[in-house]
């Protein structure tokens, strides 16, 4: 589908001169175009497809005076938003203007388009401008030249917000994914050494107990001195067996003390990434709107 200004021109003036035939075009040329504008608002099959066809009875009941003289393709877009903005108040009465783009837990229609949460990630970060556009292209489905002619603006403005956007929410959500890694690597670290040091702790108790159970043993017995000899031999290579193994884990210990620490400040660090990254996206977002009241 592409939206043709010269043929809407045309067919606009036709139906102000009364042609059926030409009412009769805009509304199979372009009724799939007025579905996905509603649709990336209202995100919803049934109630998009009663938009689209309340569009075309306005278009049809409309005096030759009201109709578009020039620019028909964006006359066609803000009708198609206002007769969506006006069902949403007639299914929700309490509804905010400024969060219509949001995506509700309810939208089922558009399960296989792009994920709730995801979406919403998206949409929340962006101002008016930008939300149009971003939901336009994901969820109406419309190319890059089919919303600069519908927004009025040009394709080089509309990629450039969609990219912007975008590109902004993708730094945002990954540094928040490393900042979750690194602290969930940091915690199994370091419940990992807790276990280890346990279990050193009790096998390093568990030799102790047999070292003097085996010395009051051989106290009692005064039999077989060679024997008794050996068994110390024994004894004394154990215990040194030990303690070389309590070193290696002290050094083994040290080492993960260190992982840990590099791990936890790797997860601070994308955590104030993280806020300072959000703070500038906030900023930036309050010094355009302010611009735009102006």
Same mark, same amino acid.
């Given at each position: 589908?592409?939206? #043709? ?6 067919? &606009? ?7 059926? *035939?030409? &009412? ?23 109630? @998009?497809?009663?938009?689209?066809? #309340? ?18 393709? @964006? ?15 007639? =299914? ?14 309810? $939208? %089922?229609? !558009?399960? #296989? ?17 930008? +939300?149009? !556009?971003?939901?336009?292209?994901? =969820? ?16 080089? *403005? ?9 590109? $902004? ?9 490393? &900042?979750?890694?690194?602290?969930? =690597? ?21 030799? +102790? ?17 060679? +024997?008794?000899? #050996?068994?110390?031999?024994? %004894? ?41 990254? @959000?703070?500038? $996206?906030?900023?930036?977002? +309050?010094?355009? %709107? ?5």
């Amino acid at each position: 589908m592409d939206i #043709n200004k010269k043929e809407l021109h045309e067919l &606009f003036q036709g139906i102000k001169q009364g042609s059926r *035939t030409a &009412f009769e075009v805009l509304y199979k040329r372009y009724k799939q175009l007025v579905y996905k504008i509603a649709f990336s608002i209202i995100k919803n099959k049934e109630n @998009s497809e009663d938009i689209m066809q #309340n569009v075309f009875t306005k278009i049809f009941e409309l005096p030759e005076i009201k109709l578009p003289e020039n620019k028909e393709a @964006s006359w066609l877009y803000t009708v198609t938003k206002n007769e969506t903005i006006t069902k949403l108040r007639k =299914l929700k009465e309490d509804i905010d203007i400024d969060s219509i783009y949001n995506m509700t837990t309810d $939208c %089922k229609d !558009i399960e #296989n388009i792009i994920d709730n949460d995801k979406y919403n990630r998206i949409i929340n970060k962006l101002d008016e401008k930008e +939300q149009e !556009i971003v939901s336009l292209k994901i =969820l109406g489905q419309l190319s890059f030249k089919e919303i600069s002619k519908l927004m009025d603006i040009p394709i080089g *403005t509309v990629q450039w917000h969609y990219y912007k956007a975008i590109d $902004c929410i993708k730094i945002l959500i990954g540094n928040i994914s490393m &900042f979750i890694i690194t602290t969930v =690597l940091y915690l199994k670290n370091k419940l990992t050494n807790k276990v280890e040091m346990s279990q050193a702790i009790e096998e390093s108790n568990v030799i +102790q107990e047999d070292s003097k159970e085996e010395e009051k043993t051989s106290q009692d017995s005064t039999e077989n001195s060679e +024997q008794l000899e #050996n068994e110390s031999i024994e %004894k004394v290579e154990e215990n040194t067996q030990t303690s070389e193994t309590i070193e290696i884990e002290t050094i083994n210990t040290s080492l993960n003390n260190i992982e840990n620490k590099i791990l936890l400040g790797s997860s601070t660090l994308f955590l104030i990434l993280t806020i300072i990254f @959000s703070i500038i $996206c906030i900023k930036y977002q +309050q010094n355009k %709107k302010k611009k735009t009241s102006k």
